[in-house]
């Protein structure tokens, strides 16, 4: 059997019930699905059934490789040996997919930052990360946990907080507890301003959180001479439009 290894963040669900809960909660099987780490297959055994040749998996650990290629033949050609965050994208999947796993906590965040930048390509992703991190993915404007990749992750998908996981169903159990997210494509196809200052101004203003925004931003952007009303307020109180709308008057600002 393969061994968790700490270095890779890796803790195994055994749980199959939990297991087919997060594989039922994708709404197209339709779709090619990559499976990002798939360790020893859990998930894997029941898409298999269900996708056949549209399943590929990436997997960083070259025992849980060796692994699933001994239990799962068919997966030849599937199964690619590497790293998720490095790997060219181009070179793993062609056209339109959707993503599902159970991912590591220490780079979940690295993961939703790829996954924006391939957004037009990826219509749905279902993941188990830990479940601060989902609370704060999922965050209305308004909550204390809102924040950057709260934004950032708003403004193309719809995020839902699925259902709690607890530690005892995974090998070696963690330390907190999990939960299951499910992103959705919205209908934005672009925002109506840059997308790199967009990207810049909400890091800047979360920054300093509990700053209002005039003088969270003016580390970054110095030369804010403005009385808009927006700039009195603090960063969490804003949704993804009057994000929209600041980052539109920081770059009058700079002209």
């Keep these: 059997m393969v061994k968790a290894k700490k270095h890779l963040g890796q803790?195994?669900?055994h749980d199959k019930n939990i297991a087919s809960k997060i594989v039922h909660s994708l709404s197209n099987f339709n779709l090619p699905t990559l499976e990002i780490g798939p360790g020893t297959g859990v998930l894997t055994q029941i898409?298999?059934?269900l996708l056949g040749?549209?399943?590929f998996l990436i997997e960083i650990d070259?025992?849980?490789?060796t692994f699933l290629k001994e239990q799962y033949p068919q997966l030849e050609g599937k199964l690619v040996e590497g790293d998720f965050l490095r790997f060219p994208l181009d070179?793993?999947?062609?056209?339109?997919f959707q993503i599902i796993g159970n991912f590591p906590y220490n780079i979940s965040s690295q993961i939703f930052f790829k996954v924006l930048e391939h957004?037009?390509?990826i219509p749905e992703v279902v993941c188990m990360i830990q479940k601060e991190v989902a609370e704060r993915l999922s965050s209305p404007p308004g909550s204390k946990s809102y924040g950057i990749l709260s934004?950032?992750?708003q403004t193309y998908y719809r995020i839902e907080y699925l259902f709690t996981v607890n530690e005892q169903v995974f090998t070696p159990p963690p330390k907190v507890k999990s939960a299951v997210i499910r992103f959705s494509r919205n209908n934005r196809q672009s925002i109506p301003c840059d997308e790199k200052l967009f990207f810049s101004v909400v890091k800047a203003s979360f920054g300093q959180r509990r700053k209002t925004l005039r003088n969270s931003l003016r580390s970054k952007f110095v030369d804010l001479q403005t009385?808009?009303?927006?700039?009195?307020?603090r960063p969490e109180q804003l949704s993804v439009e009057d994000f929209i709308f600041l980052t539109g008057l920081v770059a009058d600002q700079q002209k």
């Design 47 to 49: 898409l298999l059934p």
């Design 91 to 96: 070179k793993l999947m062609q056209g339109s």
């Design 62 to 65: 070259t025992e849980s490789v």
């Design 151 to 153: 934004v950032l992750l």
């Design 119 to 121: 957004r037009d390509r």
């Design 53 to 55: 040749d549209k399943l």
């Design 227 to 233: 009385e808009n009303e927006i700039f009195n307020k």
């Design 11 to 13: 803790h195994f669900l």
